[in-house]
C-alpha cells in the first residue's frame, strides 16, 4: 500500500531527537516518568516527526497510539473528540495552537480524570500557560520539551538521506542550519537545481513556501513591518521599535514576544535563525528601497546608542550596530558564544593574573598597570571566573620618554603621529594593548568582545586625533573600514599581531559610520577624508580663502573646504558654505564692542570689492598704518575663531581673546 510507502520513507527520513525520544520511552514503560508531555517549538521544527515516532514507538512497546490534528478538531466538541479508553491508551494532540483555547479545559477537567499509566503528547508551537508549571499538582506529571534545531551531526544525516551532494551542503546548512523543514524543502531544490555548486541560494518560491509554514498571515502592515524590524537587528527592544514604530512600539513588541519563532534574551527578542533570514531574504528582494529606509532607520538607532550607553553596556551597543553589517564582513562572528566571557574593570588583585597572561610582555604591562590602571578592561570565563585577556585603552597627550622606554607600539604610536599629521591643540592619541593566552587570540568569542570595546572607545572619544589597534591575527580586521595596518614586524611570541591606524580627524566617528555603511547602498562611497591642518597651515588658507572671498572656484580648491568646519554643514557646496562662513566670522566681530572696529575694516577689504588698501584705508577715513593694524588684529581673529570652531565642532562657544 502506499501508506506503507510513505511510512517507511518517513521513517528513513527521522533523524535525531534522542532526547526527547529518551524521556518519551521513560513515560512509555513506566520507569518513572510523566503522564503528560507538552512538545512546543516554531513552525517546521519537526513536532509532527517526532510524533509519529512517537507513535511508532508506541505501537512496538504494543501499546495503542491515537493521533489527533488540531486542525481537525472542532473545539466545541471537544469531549467527544478526545477519549482515554484505557490505561494502556497514548494521546498524541498534534497542531495544538489551533484549539489552544482548550488548554484550560485540558489542564483543569480532561488530563486530571486520565486513567493512571495512559499517556498523552501535546504538540503545538506555543509554550504551555504559565499555570500549568505554577500548579505544584502537575510539577511531577507534566515535562515540557522545547523542540530545537537539530544538532548538526544530524542535519549531515538528514541531507544524507536527502541525497545532497558535498559540494551544496555548506550553503544550504548556512541557510537553513539545523531547521528540519528548511532543510528538507531547501535540499529538494538544491539537488535540481545542482549545477549551482557553493554558490547556491534558496529562490523566491522557497522563501515564500517557507514563510507560508512557518510565519503565514499577519494582522497587518504594521505587524509585518515590527517583524522585519526584528529580523533586521540582533535584538529588538521596545525603544528600538519605537524609533520605527512610534505609535504602536508597545502594543507590537507585546505581539512579537508572544510568536512562537521568536525567543528572548537578557538584550531583548529574536527570531529563529530560519525565519530571520527568510524574512531578510524577502523583504530584500520585494522592496528595496524600504529594506534601505529601515536599515538606515535602525542603523542610526543603534549608532546613537552606542555613543549613550553606560559604560558596562558599551560593548553589547556595539555588537548591535555592527549585526547590521553580518553580510559585508563586519568584524565578529555572531553565532559565536559571547555569554561563555565576562568584561570587568582591572583591580589592584588582578595584576597578578596580568602579569602571567602577558607572559613575556609583563614588563609593559605591568608598566602601564600601574601608571594607567582605569585604562585596563579584564576578560574571564563566566563558568569558572578564570581570566583569559586583558585589555587597556591607553590615551596620551604628550611624549613620555619612560613611556616610549617601557612600550615599544606605543613609540611606534608616537613617531607615526610626528611624522604625519601631529597632535593639535587639546587632541590625544589612543593605542590600544591586547594580552591574551594562546587558545582565545585570533578568531574567537573573547576577542569580538574585546573589538567590541575597542570600536566603542573609538566612535565615543572625545578630540581623539590618532587610535592605533593592536590585534593579533590582523586579518580578522576589515581594512574596509579605513584603518591602516602599519605593522613593520611581527611582535613578541610566535602570533602575528597588526597595528591598525585611523586619523578621526580625517574621517569622523559620524563618517566612518557612514562608510561602514555604504555597502547596503549602491553607488560610490559618500565620505572623502578631511584634511587635517595645522595652525599655522590652517591660518595661511584663512589669510588666502579672505583674499579671494569672490571667487567660488578658488574657494572649492582651498584645503578649507574639506576641513572639519565645512564637513558639519552637511547638505551644502563646500565652496558656498565656505564663502558663508568667512562672511559670518567677518560679521560675528561687530558683536564686540572691542573688535568692531576689526569688522570695519574687514568688512570693507573683503566684502565691498575695495579694489586696493589704501582705497579701503580712505574710504575708512584712517591713516593707512592704522587701517593695517585692524585689518591684521581682525584677520587674526578670524583665524583663531575657525580655528576653535575646527579643533572644538561648529556648535562650540563662540572664541574670545582675552
Given at each position: 500500500?502506499?501508506?506503507w510507502r510513505?511510512q517507511a520513507?518517513?521513517?528513513m527520513?527521522?533523524?535525531g531527537?534522542?532526547e526527547e525520544?529518551?524521556?518519551?520511552n521513560?513515560?512509555?514503560y513506566?520507569g518513572?516518568?510523566c503522564s503528560?508531555?507538552?512538545?512546543?517549538g516554531?513552525?517546521?521544527?519537526g513536532?509532527?516527526?517526532l510524533?509519529?515516532r512517537?507513535?511508532?514507538?508506541?505501537?512496538?512497546?504494543?501499546r495503542?497510539?491515537?493521533?489527533?490534528?488540531g486542525r481537525?478538531?472542532?473545539?466545541a466538541?471537544?469531549?467527544?473528540g478526545?477519549?482515554l479508553?484505557?490505561?494502556d491508551t497514548?494521546?498524541?494532540?498534534?497542531d495544538?495552537?489551533?484549539i489552544?483555547?482548550?488548554e484550560?479545559?485540558?489542564?483543569?477537567?480532561f488530563?486530571?480524570?486520565?486513567?493512571?499509566?495512559?499517556?498523552?503528547?501535546?504538540?503545538?508551537?506555543?509554550?504551555?500557560?504559565?499555570r500549568?508549571?505554577?500548579?505544584p499538582?502537575?510539577?511531577?506529571?507534566?515535562?515540557v520539551l522545547?523542540l530545537?534545531?537539530l544538532?548538526?551531526?544530524d542535519?549531515?544525516a538528514?541531507?544524507?538521506?536527502?541525497?545532497?551532494?558535498?559540494?551544496?551542503?555548506?550553503?544550504l546548512?548556512?541557510?537553513?542550519?539545523?531547521?528540519?523543514?528548511?532543510?528538507?524543502?531547501?535540499a529538494?531544490?538544491?539537488?535540481?537545481?545542482g549545477?549551482?555548486?557553493?554558490?547556491?541560494m534558496?529562490?523566491?518560491?522557497?522563501?515564500?513556501?517557507?514563510?507560508?509554514q512557518?510565519v503565514?498571515?499577519l494582522?497587518?502592515?504594521?505587524?509585518?513591518?515590527?517583524?522585519?524590524?526584528?529580523?533586521?537587528?540582533y535584538t529588538?527592544?521596545?525603544?528600538?521599535?519605537?524609533?520605527?514604530?512610534?505609535?504602536?512600539?508597545?502594543?507590537?513588541f507585546?505581539?512579537?514576544?508572544?510568536?512562537p519563532?521568536v525567543?528572548?534574551?537578557s538584550r531583548?527578542?529574536?527570531p529563529?535563525?530560519?525565519?530571520?533570514?527568510?524574512?531578510?531574504?524577502?523583504?530584500r528582494?520585494?522592496?528595496?528601497?524600504?529594506?534601505?529606509?529601515?536599515?538606515?532607520r535602525i542603523?542610526a538607532?543603534?549608532?546613537?546608542r552606542?555613543r549613550t550607553a553606560?559604560d558596562v553596556?558599551?560593548?553589547?551597543?556595539v555588537a548591535a550596530l555592527?549585526?547590521?553589517?553580518?553580510d559585508?564582513?563586519?568584524?565578529a562572528?555572531?553565532?559565536g558564544?559571547?555569554d561563555?566571557?565576562?568584561e570587568?574593570?582591572?583591580?589592584?588583585e588582578?595584576?597578578g593574573?596580568?602579569?602571567?597572561v602577558?607572559?613575556?610582555g609583563?614588563?609593559?604591562a605591568?608598566?602601564w598597570a600601574?601608571?594607567q590602571?582605569?585604562?585596563?578592561?579584564?576578560?574571564?570565563?563566566?563558568?569558572?571566573?578564570?581570566p583569559?585577556a586583558?585589555s587597556?585603552?591607553?590615551?596620551?597627550?604628550?611624549l613620555?620618554?619612560?613611556?616610549?622606554?617601557?612600550?615599544?607600539?606605543?613609540?611606534?604610536?608616537w613617531?607615526?603621529?610626528r611624522?604625519?599629521?601631529?597632535l593639535r591643540?587639546?587632541?590625544?592619541?589612543?593605542?590600544?594593548r591586547?594580552w591574551?593566552?594562546?587558545?582565545?587570540?585570533?578568531?574567537?568569542?573573547v576577542m569580538?568582545?574585546?573589538?567590541?570595546?575597542v570600536?566603542?572607545?573609538?566612535?565615543r572619544?572625545?578630540?581623539?586625533?590618532?587610535?592605533y589597534?593592536?590585534?593579533?591575527?590582523?586579518?580578522?580586521?576589515?581594512?574596509?573600514y579605513?584603518m591602516?595596518?602599519i605593522s613593520?614586524q611581527?611582535q613578541?611570541?610566535?602570533?602575528?599581531y597588526g597595528l591598525?591606524?585611523?586619523?578621526?580627524r580625517?574621517?569622523?566617528?559620524q563618517?566612518?559610520l557612514?562608510?561602514?555603511?555604504?555597502?547596503?547602498?549602491?553607488g560610490?562611497?559618500?565620505?572623502?577624508?578631511l584634511a587635517?591642518?595645522?595652525?599655522?597651515?590652517?591660518?595661511?588658507?584663512?589669510?588666502?580663502?579672505?583674499?579671494q572671498?569672490?571667487?567660488?572656484?578658488?574657494l572649492?580648491a582651498?584645503?578649507l573646504?574639506r576641513?572639519?568646519l565645512?564637513?558639519?554643514r552637511?547638505?551644502q557646496?563646500p565652496?558656498?558654505?565656505?564663502?558663508?562662513?568667512?562672511?559670518?566670522?567677518?560679521?560675528?566681530l561687530?558683536e564686540d564692542?572691542?573688535?568692531?572696529?576689526?569688522?570695519r575694516?574687514?568688512?570693507?577689504?573683503?566684502l565691498?570689492?575695495?579694489?586696493?588698501q589704501?582705497?579701503?584705508a580712505?574710504?575708512?577715513?584712517?591713516?593707512f598704518?592704522?587701517?593695517?593694524?585692524?585689518?591684521?588684529?581682525?584677520i587674526?581673529r578670524?583665524?583663531?575663531?575657525?580655528?576653535?570652531?575646527?579643533l572644538?565642532?561648529?556648535?562650540?562657544?563662540?572664541?574670545?581673546?582675552?
Amino acid at each position: 500500500m502506499l501508506g506503507w510507502r510513505l511510512q517507511a520513507a518517513r521513517e528513513m527520513a527521522f533523524v535525531g531527537r534522542e532526547e526527547e525520544l529518551a524521556v518519551f520511552n521513560a513515560a512509555l514503560y513506566g520507569g518513572g516518568g510523566c503522564s503528560v508531555l507538552y512538545v512546543h517549538g516554531p513552525g517546521g521544527i519537526g513536532k509532527s516527526a517526532l510524533l509519529r515516532r512517537f507513535a511508532h514507538e508506541a505501537e512496538v512497546a504494543g501499546r495503542p497510539a491515537s493521533m489527533v490534528d488540531g486542525r481537525m478538531l472542532d473545539p466545541a466538541a471537544s469531549e467527544a473528540g478526545l477519549v482515554l479508553r484505557d490505561a494502556d491508551t497514548v494521546l498524541l494532540i498534534d497542531d495544538f495552537e489551533h484549539i489552544q483555547g482548550l488548554e484550560g479545559w485540558l489542564r483543569e477537567r480532561f488530563l486530571p480524570r486520565m486513567p493512571m499509566g495512559a499517556l498523552v503528547v501535546i504538540a503545538g508551537r506555543n509554550p504551555p500557560d504559565m499555570r500549568w508549571q505554577a500548579d505544584p499538582g502537575w510539577a511531577g506529571a507534566l515535562e515540557v520539551l522545547p523542540l530545537r534545531d537539530l544538532r548538526a551531526e544530524d542535519a549531515q544525516a538528514l541531507m544524507d538521506s536527502s541525497g545532497v551532494p558535498a559540494e551544496l551542503r555548506e550553503p544550504l546548512l548556512a541557510f537553513a542550519g539545523g531547521h528540519p523543514l528548511a532543510l528538507l524543502l531547501g535540499a529538494a531544490v538544491a539537488v535540481k537545481d545542482g549545477g549551482a555548486g557553493r554558490r547556491w541560494m534558496p529562490d523566491q518560491d522557497v522563501v515564500a513556501t517557507l514563510l507560508d509554514q512557518l510565519v503565514g498571515e499577519l494582522p497587518s502592515a504594521a505587524h509585518r513591518h515590527a517583524l522585519e524590524i526584528c529580523a533586521h537587528a540582533y535584538t529588538t527592544t521596545e525603544d528600538l521599535l519605537r524609533a520605527a514604530l512610534p505609535e504602536d512600539a508597545g502594543r507590537l513588541f507585546r505581539w512579537l514576544r508572544r510568536l512562537p519563532f521568536v525567543e528572548s534574551s537578557s538584550r531583548g527578542l529574536f527570531p529563529h535563525d530560519v525565519v530571520r533570514e527568510l524574512l531578510e531574504a524577502d523583504l530584500r528582494w520585494r522592496d528595496p528601497e524600504g529594506y534601505s529606509a529601515m536599515h538606515d532607520r535602525i542603523h542610526a538607532q543603534l549608532a546613537e546608542r552606542v555613543r549613550t550607553a553606560n559604560d558596562v553596556d558599551v560593548p553589547g551597543a556595539v555588537a548591535a550596530l555592527l549585526y547590521l553589517h553580518r553580510d559585508s564582513g563586519a568584524p565578529a562572528d555572531f553565532r559565536g558564544r559571547h555569554d561563555e566571557f565576562q568584561e570587568a574593570a582591572l583591580r589592584e588583585e588582578d595584576v597578578g593574573r596580568l602579569l602571567r597572561v602577558a607572559a613575556e610582555g609583563a614588563g609593559c604591562a605591568a608598566f602601564w598597570a600601574e601608571r594607567q590602571p582605569e585604562a585596563f578592561r579584564l576578560y574571564r570565563r563566566t563558568e569558572t571566573g578564570e581570566p583569559v585577556a586583558f585589555s587597556a585603552w591607553l590615551r596620551l597627550t604628550e611624549l613620555d620618554e619612560a613611556e616610549l622606554t617601557a612600550d615599544p607600539i606605543v613609540a611606534r604610536a608616537w613617531a607615526h603621529a610626528r611624522a604625519t599629521t601631529p597632535l593639535r591643540a587639546g587632541e590625544h592619541l589612543a593605542v590600544s594593548r591586547l594580552w591574551v593566552l594562546p587558545p582565545y587570540r585570533g578568531n574567537s568569542p573573547v576577542m569580538d568582545l574585546i573589538q567590541w570595546r575597542v570600536i566603542g572607545n573609538c566612535l565615543r572619544s572625545e578630540r581623539m586625533a590618532w587610535s592605533y589597534i593592536e590585534i593579533p591575527h590582523p586579518k580578522h580586521l576589515r581594512r574596509q573600514y579605513g584603518m591602516r595596518d602599519i605593522s613593520e614586524q611581527p611582535q613578541p611570541g610566535d602570533d602575528t599581531y597588526g597595528l591598525f591606524v585611523h586619523d578621526w580627524r580625517a574621517v569622523s566617528p559620524q563618517a566612518w559610520l557612514e562608510r561602514m555603511n555604504q555597502p547596503l547602498h549602491a553607488g560610490p562611497a559618500a565620505t572623502a577624508e578631511l584634511a587635517v591642518l595645522s595652525q599655522a597651515e590652517f591660518a595661511e588658507a584663512v589669510r588666502k580663502a579672505l583674499r579671494q572671498l569672490s571667487r567660488l572656484d578658488a574657494l572649492a580648491a582651498s584645503p578649507l573646504a574639506r576641513t572639519r568646519l565645512i564637513a558639519e554643514r552637511a547638505g551644502q557646496n563646500p565652496a558656498t558654505a565656505l564663502g558663508d562662513l568667512l562672511r559670518q566670522a567677518i560679521d560675528d566681530l561687530s558683536e564686540d564692542p572691542r573688535s568692531v572696529k576689526f569688522h570695519r575694516a574687514l568688512s570693507v577689504t573683503f566684502l565691498r570689492g575695495t579694489p586696493t588698501q589704501e582705497l579701503a584705508a580712505e574710504r575708512l577715513g584712517l591713516p593707512f598704518t592704522t587701517y593695517r593694524r585692524h585689518l591684521t588684529a581682525g584677520i587674526e581673529r578670524v583665524c583663531a575663531d575657525l580655528w576653535h570652531r575646527e579643533l572644538y565642532g561648529i556648535g562650540a562657544p563662540a572664541y574670545r581673546s582675552t
